[in-house]
């Protein structure tokens, strides 16, 4: 097993992306245990810290395929949990799929979000060739902003250059839906002038992510990838990775939105509405 327990209160020890916020709800749109290209690795690290002054039960829920398997921990006062293969050990699973982590009311004697608020903090990573590791934090999509809504979505750190192995970077995207429905979205790359130089559409399923490499052939040292989405609102979180292809080091990095009608009005956008419990609603299935 690859589980450990310390009793941490104030930091966590490891190198890993952390929520901005602790909360009673973490979603991480992406969880990995694959073999990528170069002959990369990828493992998913978890660690969970409770710091409240009583014992949580923490459910984590994996989606992926379009269903859900779930789990659950007792985790004490102050006690940080730490997983360093999570998929492996917690679900014995191999792919890729998204993560909800849940401190529920009905298993923490109903206590209010505030007292069963955790931080979590997520890492993927591949094993590097001098014994290190090689990876990126995954931050939790943020439940009123981390998902595309009817915004388009901008990505201005694309890189698509060099060969896998042999020097430059590469690019993939990767979509979690938990909408009703199939989400639909037109991918476009701009390159530095502002020219479309590729176009896709996308389809992705409820509970069934996945991760697609942006074509290398582009060549691109750096351009923008634009996500637009199709058919109205869609409760799907997209990010990319850009990856080093020498060590496989990689950069997690989620959209960043824009409301066309504000951009027409040169105003700000509002957040879409959206929230914790929401959130959870959607995922389960228990809204509309």
């Known amino acids: 097993m690859g589980k450990t327990v310390f009793f941490l209160v104030l930091a966590l020890a490891s190198p890993v992306a952390a929520s901005d916020f602790v909360s009673a709800t973490h979603f991480f749109p992406i969880v990995s245990r694959t073999d990528g290209l170069a002959g990369t690795q990828w493992l998913t690290t978890l660690q969970i810290t409770n710091p409240q002054l009583q014992e949580l039960q923490v459910t984590a829920r994996l989606s992926t395929g379009g269903s859900i398997q779930s789990r659950s921990f007792t985790i004490a006062q102050g006690e940080t949990l730490s997983w360093i293969d999570f998929l492996g050990d917690v679900f014995a699973f191999e792919g890729n799929g998204a993560l909800l982590l849940e401190a529920e009311a009905q298993q923490n004697g109903q206590v209010p979000p505030e007292r069963r608020s955790f931080a979590a903090s997520l890492r993927i990573s591949t094993r590097g060739t001098d014994g290190g590791s090689f990876g990126q934090g995954v931050s939790s999509s943020d439940p009123v902003t981390g998902f595309l809504g009817d915004w388009v979505a901008y990505f201005p750190a694309v890189s698509l250059s060099g060969r896998p192995g042999v020097d430059g970077f ?49 060549e691109l040292e750096t351009g923008t990838l634009v996500v637009e989405p199709i058919g109205g609102w869609l409760d799907c979180a997209v990010y990319i990775s850009v990856v080093d292809n020498i060590t496989g080091d990689a950069v997690f990095l989620s959209s960043q939105l824009i409301d066309p009608d504000a951009v027409a009005a040169c105003g700000g956008a509002d957040s879409p509405q959206a929230s914790s419990d929401r959130l959870r609603e959607l995922f389960l299935g228990e809204l509309r």
């Open 170 to 218: 590469r690019t993939n995207v990767g979509f979690s839906s938990i909408g009703t429905g199939s989400a639909q979205m037109r991918l476009r790359i701009l390159d530095p002038i502002g020219q479309e130089v590729w176009q896709q559409v996308v389809v992705v399923a409820r509970h069934d992510p996945f991760v697609m490499a942006l074509p290398r052939s582009l």
